[in-house]
């Protein structure tokens, strides 16, 4: 719904969403501009993967921003973020250089792993992004682990452990569970599980996959606190994150948070993704999508006007086409780092070069 | 200073030893605290070290080495037991997909320090579920580090050295020999990866090994020189990844003659790469083709009559020496 002309930007309106926290008008702005800058940055993604610059597998995040934007938005100086391999946006939203993510992608020896991983291995330690990883459910029991030592070392510092639906059907996500749900009696486990229920596992929804689909729920097996939350709504994430990691924070005890959202890019950049779902489901989820919602409440409620949105399309738009420049012109990563980072240490055993 | 001890003993002083050093230390497992360790390696730990220290675990063999992988990763330095190697095959994907590949895909931005420790072999009749010998199949990863010590002193030298590696340890322990005894060395006795062991010395034939298989091979050495008048040099190579190509190449070039011995199957085994080295780099030297001596290829059976026959016997072994030396068999 186009909205008229408001008063320009930062009119000091306040918007609320679905949840209770008045979010300041300036502050949705920003969440706006990293929402944007995160779909541009997936979108140049999937023109270079089709150009053939970009290798391997490509999962884009393309309609799930709210989650992530919203949860991370909670981040404190400390805390740990992993996921699975739908990674970019979480490197992105802690501060990692978009230039060194695509130069990442781009196979390149300026990227954040120096070439090595790709697409799905995104880190940037220092600024507690513990990794993109491959496996489905592969880094939960890994995050479970991270909250665990956040704990010993007496930090006050949570892990934000994101997970897709299609994890929850596999060993790792119930025996990682049953242990945090196990520490987390005593305080030691302050991990803050988000489902990013997205509806399909690749090409399976979850209907298909399991027959109790609420997702959240299965948490009560593992004695884990739980609730669901509008991914694509923005503010109800906000919301959500805010209230969530200071409870973790505080107890020491996991919880989890099952946030509806929908992939409307394909699984992967290979994907035929008309024939798992109809052409009307993602037409009616495209009505839902985050970034649209909250254009339409910034221009309803006059935090910005169309002229703002634009400028900061146009400024997602320069930042990443920067990225891609400067990936494109990057240095394939040197012959020699074949075999370094195999071994940690000084006595590195590379085996026969 | 050296005592004598068992097995059992110093792999507990070791591990004791460390966690004193480090408080980043920790046990975890299934029934390590309360019960004691299904082997009682760790018995009695939890009542001085408290269970945040000596940690039991539910039976959830790839959830807690994950989640050690991630404790690994954040400064602390787990030391896992897996109540016996064959249930690691549960923990693969965490061990093979995550510990062993993590520092490569993370750009060097994280390391791993942890040590996954526990029985690994046959000979006391568990039949095939539970009777593997994992060496070659560990040993495959780069990544990962692979020790398999004989000796009690070598147990918690190598434990010591384990615990203080950056890097994933899979510590591979002759579960068969927990109650033997040895001299072991007081305080800090690390011993460093990737140095085979001169277990005994001769002249005449090589038989490598490790594991319990290094005791066999030194009952046949005494074998081969009461009987056949042999000199044997015995190697225990004590780590297979690094691997001590060094040592099996100077014996050889001084006996000759090599039979590698192994209690895992032949195919793809670590005797097959003993031989391999041996004729990079030591062909010339070679007065005969080397030997491999190896499992049966079956699952490992429960009859005692049945499970000494899937193994490398002390005979097998010694005609194979006889057979490098081109002596008659026995």
Do not use: W
């Given at each position: 719904m186009p909205a008229e002309n408001g008063n320009g930007e930062n009119g000091g309106a306040e918007a609320r969403g679905e949840g209770s926290v008045a979010t300041s008008a300036d502050r949705l702005v920003d969440l706006y501009r990293e929402m944007v800058t995160i779909r541009r940055f997936e979108e140049a993604c999937q023109r270079g993967f089709r150009q053939g610059k970009i290798g391997g597998y490509l999962h884009v995040y393309t309609g799930q921003e709210a989650v992530a934007v919203g949860f991370l938005d909670s981040f404190k100086e400390g805390d740990r973020v992993i996921t699975a391999y739908r990674d970019h946006p979480h490197a992105l939203l802690l501060g990692s250089d978009p230039k060194n993510v695509m130069a990442e992608l781009y196979g390149r020896g300026s990227g954040i792993?120096?070439?090595?991983?790709?697409?799905?291995?995104?880190?940037?330690?220092?600024?507690?992004?513990?990794?993109?990883?491959?496996?489905?459910?592969?880094?939960?029991?890994?995050?479970?682990?991270?909250?665990?030592?956040?704990?010993?070392?007496?930090?006050?510092?949570?892990?934000?452990?994101?997970?897709?639906?299609?994890?929850?059907?596999q060993g790792a996500f119930h025996e990682a569970a049953n242990l945090a749900g196990l520490w987390g009696k005593d305080g030691q486990c302050p991990c803050l599980f988000i489902v990013e229920n997205n509806q399909y596992g690749m090409g399976t929804s979850v209907e298909r996959t399991t027959a109790m689909t609420d997702l959240a729920a299965k948490f009560d097996a593992y004695g884990i606190e739980h609730e669901k939350v509008d991914g694509m709504d923005i503010e109800a994430v906000l919301e959500a994150a805010e209230r969530l990691t200071e409870q973790v924070r505080e107890t020491g005890k996991p919880y989890a948070v099952?946030?509806?959202?929908?992939?409307?890019?394909?699984?992967?950049?290979?994907d035929f993704f008309e024939k798992y779902r109809s052409k009307e489901e993602i037409e009616e989820w495209r009505q839902r999508d985050p970034i649209g919602i909250l254009e339409n409440k910034l221009l309803d409620s006059d935090a910005a006007d169309e002229e703002k949105l634009e400028e900061i399309k146009g400024e997602a738009k320069e930042l990443i086409d920067e990225a891609v420049k400067f990936a494109d012109e990057s240095e394939q990563p040197p012959i020699e780092e074949l075999y370094t980072d195999v071994y940690s240490g000084e006595d590195e055993y590379t085996g026969e070069a | 200073m050296a005592e004598t001890k068992t097995y059992r003993e110093a792999l507990r002083e070791a591990m004791v030893q460390e966690m004193e050093r480090d408080e980043n230390v920790i046990l975890m497992g299934e029934d390590i605290g309360v019960y004691g360790g299904t082997h009682l390696i760790t018995d009695g730990l939890i009542d001085d070290w408290g269970p945040k220290r000596v940690m039991d675990t539910p039976i959830s063999e790839n959830g807690f080495t994950g989640a050690a992988v991630g404790m690994a990763m954040m400064g602390m330095r787990p030391i896992v037991e897996m109540m016996t190697w064959n249930f690691s095959f549960l923990a693969a994907d965490q061990i093979i997909q995550h510990a062993a590949k993590l520092r490569y895909f993370s750009g060097g931005q994280v390391q791993i320090p942890l040590v996954i420790r526990g029985p690994n072999g046959g000979g006391v009749q568990l039949s095939a579920q539970h009777t593997h010998s994992l060496e070659n199949f560990y040993g495959h990863f780069p990544g990962l580090k692979v020790v398999a010590p004989v000796t009690p002193n070598d147990v918690k030298g190598m434990m010591i050295t384990a615990v203080r590696d950056p890097n994933p340890?899979?510590?591979?322990?002759?579960g068969a020999l927990y109650g033997t005894k040895g001299e072991v060395e007081d305080g800090d006795n690390a011993v460093p990866f990737g140095k085979a062991r001169i277990a005994c010395e001769g002249d005449d034939v090589t038989l490598i090994a490790y594991g319990r298989q290094v005791n066999l091979c030194l009952r046949v050495a005494d074998t081969l020189e009461e009987e056949d008048g042999v000199s044997a040099e015995v190697i225990d190579l004590r780590s297979i990844r690094p691997f001590?190509?060094?040592?099996?190449?100077?014996?050889?070039?001084?006996?000759?003659?090599?039979?590698?011995v192994q209690e895992q199957w032949r195919w793809f085994g670590v005797a097959s790469e003993v031989a391999a080295i041996i004729q990079d780099r030591a062909f010339d030297y070679l007065d005969a083709p080397v030997e491999r001596v190896s499992g049966a290829e079956v699952p490992a059976p429960y009859a005692r009559n049945l499970e000494l026959a899937a193994f490398p016997s002390d005979k097998q072994v010694a005609n194979a020496a006889r057979r490098v030396l081109y002596m008659e068999e026995k």
């Open positions: 792993v120096k070439g090595k991983g790709g697409s799905m291995h995104l880190f940037d330690v220092e600024r507690g992004m513990m990794g993109g990883y491959g496996i489905v459910g592969g880094h939960i029991p890994i995050g479970v682990g991270i909250a665990y030592a956040l704990k010993y070392h007496e930090t006050e510092n949570i892990c934000q452990l994101f997970l897709g639906d299609g994890a929850m059907s099952e946030a509806l959202t929908y992939r409307t890019a394909p699984h992967g950049a290979a | 340890v899979i510590f591979l322990e002759a001590d190509e060094d040592a099996i190449v100077a014996s050889v070039e001084k006996t000759h003659r090599a039979v590698a």
